[in-house]
Nanobody, 126 residues
Framework: QVQLVESGGGLVQAGGSLRLSCAASGRTFSSYTMGWFRQAPGKEREFVAAISRSGAYTNYADSVKGRFTISRDNAMNTVYLQMNSLKPEDTAVYYC???????????????????WGQGTQVTVSS
């Protein structure tokens, strides 16, 4: 098992930046595909970004491509989400998730992630 704790959320003006972190503890961090999801009020949780176990492969939702960057530091057991050019529609609770799945083809699917953090609120004002 792995435990995940997100941090770095907050209130930012449109056009600003935030960097989310997700610290993992438990089983070997490098054995997990890691993902970020978000959930806005009244909406379903949606995929934002994912990164393979080695960090060699990444995938992004079309809505954040070119603005967000996912990265990981396996030595520090941490995954990051750098968010630039933030928009009010990025407002949501952001969740970090870990998956045992080895296929990069499934890394966008919420169902393959077994472990979730508690979430961190990101609010972007216009």
């Amino acid at each position: 098992q792995v435990q995940l704790v997100e941090s770095g959320g907050g209130l930012v003006q449109a056009g600003g930046s935030l960097r989310l972190s997700c610290a993992a503890s438990g089983r070997t961090f490098s054995s997990y595909t890691m993902g970020w999801f978000r959930q806005a009020p009244g909406k379903e949780r949606e995929f934002v970004a994912a990164i393979s176990r080695s960090g060699a492969y990444t995938n992004y939702a079309d809505s954040v491509k070119g603005r967000f960057t996912i990265s990981r530091d396996n030595a520090m057991n941490t995954v990051y989400l750098q968010m630039n050019s933030l928009k009010p529609e990025d407002t949501a609770v952001y969740y970090c998730a870990a998956s045992d799945a080895r296929s990069i083809a499934t890394m966008t699917l919420r169902s393959v992630y077994a472990y979730w953090g508690q979430g961190t609120q990101v609010t972007v004002s216009s």
